[in-house]
């Protein structure tokens, strides 16, 4: 509100009419630019084909393939273990479930 000099609430009206739009995107209480992350409707699935692809990754590389900080991949990766979306290992990896059980057995990294 106070960089585009306005209230709160027109403030938050204006994004909400830009984000209906589709010139910006919102994820969580932050707005990007279109284009710029991955919708939040599309998150689970990105990570899921990244991880299908490259086997299991960390955090910060995820947050790579969504565009956003690591602390907002961070909450989104807990949600998604908590939903067993995800597997995560003791090496602060993700990986697919199928794959974090195989990747653990033989490694014996694994946290539940």
């Known amino acids: 509100a106070a960089l585009l000099g306005v209230s709160p609430r027109r403030a938050y009206r204006l994004l909400s009419s830009q984000t209906a739009a589709g010139t910006l995107t919102r994820v969580g209480a932050k707005y990007y630019p279109a284009g710029r992350v991955v919708p939040l409707a599309e998150q689970a699935a990105a990570i899921r084909a990244y991880l299908a692809r490259s086997g299991p990754a960390y955090c910060q590389d995820l947050a790579r393939v969504l565009g956003l900080s690591a602390r907002v991949t961070a909450r989104v990766l807990r949600a998604l273990v908590a939903r067993g979306e995800l597997t995560l290992l ?22 539940k």
């Open 90 to 111: 003791r090496t602060k990896q993700y990986a697919l479930p199928e794959t974090g059980e195989s990747t653990a057995a033989n490694s014996g990294n694994v946290t």
